[in-house]
C-alpha cells in the first residue's frame, strides 16, 4: 500500500470534494458569522444535527443585497471544497438567499429598520416646500416618459420657474452612486426643491432608490427634496427618507409647483375681500372722523369762546340787575332817610337839649357855692384832694373852704367805728 504525506491526501481529497461537489443547494441556519476587512465573510451554516464551514469571498459578497444576521435561515449556491492547511472542508459560497423570502425584500425591510433607528424617518425633522419657488432641479432620466410628464405639468401650472435637469441613471449597479452624487451637487446650488424620481417598474428596476447611499444623500440634503418613485403603490427607502414622497412623478409637480389658475382665482379672491374691507373701514373711518368733527365743534376754541361770552353777558346781565335793584333799594331807603331825618334830627336835639339841662342841674347840686358849708371843709395834701382816713399822726395837710384855707397837723386820731 502507498503511503501518502497528510498534504498529498488533503490535495486527493480536495480533488475528489471539488470535482464532485461543483454546485449544491444547501438551505440552514447562519451562526457565528465573521465580516473580515478584507471584504471576505465568515461563518457557520448548521441544522438540528449538523454544522459546516462557509465562506464567502469578496467579489460575491459585494452583490449581496441584505446584511446577514445571527439565526438567519438562507439558501446558499456553493461548491464544496478543502482548505488544505487545516484540513478541514467548507463551502465555498457564491449567492445566498433568505429562505423563504426574497433577498431584495429582505434587504429592504433591513435598511429600512437601520434608518428608522438612526431617525432617517423622523417626521419633526421634514424640511417645508416653499410655496412659490423659482428654482427646482429634477434627478431623473433624461430619455424617460418620467420627465415629460413633469415638465408637462410643471408647463400647464406654473410657467414662473426655472428648471434644471440632473440626467442619470435610473437603474442598474451604478444607478445609486448617480444618483446619490447628483443630489449632492444640487444641493450645493441653493435650489428651493429637489425632486429625485423616476417612472414605475419591478423592484429590481426601482431598486437604486432602496440603496442606503441615496438614502443618505436624501437625509443630508439641506434642500428640501420630494421623492417621486413609480406609481402610487410602489414605495421605496427614498419616500421615508425625503421631506415629501409624491406618488407619481407627475404628482411630484403638482406638489411642489402653484397652479396659476388657482392662484388667479385666489388673488381675486383677495381682491374682492381686500376691496370689502376697504370699504368697510373707509366707512368705519367716516364714521369715526364725524364722530371727531361734532366732538371737536362742541369743544373747539370757538364753542369755548362763544360759550364763555355767553356766561360773561350771562354774569353782565345779572350783575346789571343786582346792582339796578340794590340802587332801586338804595333810592328807596335814601328817601325815607330824608323823610325821617329831620324828624330824627329834633329828636337827637331834644335829649341833647334834656341832657345839658340835667347836666347843669347835677353841676349845680354839687356846686360848693350851692352846698350848705356850716361843718364842711375840703382836705387836701400836697394840692391832692384826700380822705381824712389816710391820715396819720403828724400829718399836715390843708383844710378849705369857700372862703378860708388853712393848714393843720394830725395830733390825735381815734377810728369811731
Not at 395 to 403: C, M, Y
Request: charged content about 20%; hydrophobic content about 40%.
Amino acid at each position: 500500500m502507498l503511503t501518502l504525506s497528510v498534504s498529498a491526501l488533503n490535495e486527493q481529497i480536495k480533488s475528489l470534494l471539488e470535482t464532485s461537489f461543483t454546485q449544491v443547494l444547501i438551505e440552514g441556519e447562519l451562526s457565528r458569522i465573521t465580516f473580515h476587512n478584507s471584504g471576505h465573510i465568515y461563518f457557520t451554516l448548521k441544522d438540528s444535527s449538523s454544522v459546516i464551514s462557509c465562506v464567502m469571498f469578496r467579489g460575491n459578497a459585494s452583490k449581496l443585497k441584505f446584511r446577514l444576521e445571527e439565526g438567519m435561515k438562507v439558501v446558499i449556491n456553493a461548491a464544496l471544497t478543502l482548505y488544505k492547511p487545516r484540513g478541514s472542508y467548507q463551502l465555498n459560497c457564491f449567492s445566498i438567499e433568505p429562505a423563504g423570502q426574497g433577498a431584495l425584500a429582505l434587504a429592504y425591510e433591513q435598511l429600512k429598520q437601520k434608518l428608522s433607528e438612526k431617525g432617517y424617518f423622523n417626521t419633526d425633522i421634514k424640511k417645508l416646500l416653499p410655496k412659490f419657488p423659482s428654482r427646482i432641479a429634477l434627478i431623473t432620466s433624461a430619455t424617460g416618459a418620467a420627465l415629460q410628464d413633469m415638465l408637462r405639468v410643471a408647463n400647464s401650472r406654473y410657467k414662473n420657474i426655472e428648471i434644471d435637469i440632473y440626467d442619470v441613471l435610473v437603474q442598474g449597479d451604478s444607478a445609486a452612486n448617480a444618483i446619490s452624487n447628483s443630489v449632492r451637487v444640487a444641493d450645493s446650488k441653493e435650489y428651493d426643491i429637489l425632486v429625485v424620481g423616476r417612472g414605475g417598474g419591478s423592484i429590481e428596476d426601482l431598486w437604486a432608490f432602496n440603496e442606503e447611499i441615496v438614502a443618505d444623500a436624501i437625509f443630508n440634503s439641506r434642500t428640501p427634496v420630494i421623492s417621486a418613485v413609480g406609481h402610487e403603490i410602489d414605495w421605496v427607502i427614498s419616500d421615508f427618507v425625503s421631506d415629501v414622497r409624491a406618488a407619481t412623478p407627475s404628482a411630484a409637480m403638482e406638489i411642489c409647483l402653484p397652479d396659476t389658475n388657482e392662484l388667479y382665482q385666489y388673488i381675486d379672491s383677495i381682491i374682492s375681500q381686500l376691496e370689502q374691507t376697504l370699504r368697510q373701514k373707509i366707512h368705519t373711518k367716516s364714521q369715526e372722523l364725524e364722530h371727531v368733527k361734532n366732538s371737536f365743534s362742541q369743544h373747539s376754541v370757538d364753542k369755548k369762546l362763544a360759550q364763555r361770552e355767553e356766561e360773561v353777558q350771562q354774569l353782565i346781565e345779572s350783575f346789571s340787575q343786582s346792582m339796578n335793584f340794590n340802587v332801586q333799594g338804595y333810592e328807596r331807603e335814601l328817601v325815607r332817610l330824608k323823610q325821617q331825618l329831620p324828624q330824627a334830627i329834633n329828636t337827637q336835639v331834644h335829649i341833647a337839649q334834656t341832657q345839658v339841662l340835667n347836666l347843669q342841674k347835677v353841676l349845680e347840686s354839687n356846686n360848693p357855692k350851692f352846698k350848705t358849708k356850716t361843718g364842711f371843709a375840703q382836705l387836701s395834701r400836697n394840692a391832692k384832694v384826700i380822705d381824712i382816713s389816710v391820715l396819720s399822726l403828724g400829718d399836715v395837710f390843708e383844710v378849705q373852704s369857700d372862703t378860708v384855707r388853712i393848714s393843720a397837723k394830725v395830733i390825735h386820731k381815734e377810728n369811731i367805728r
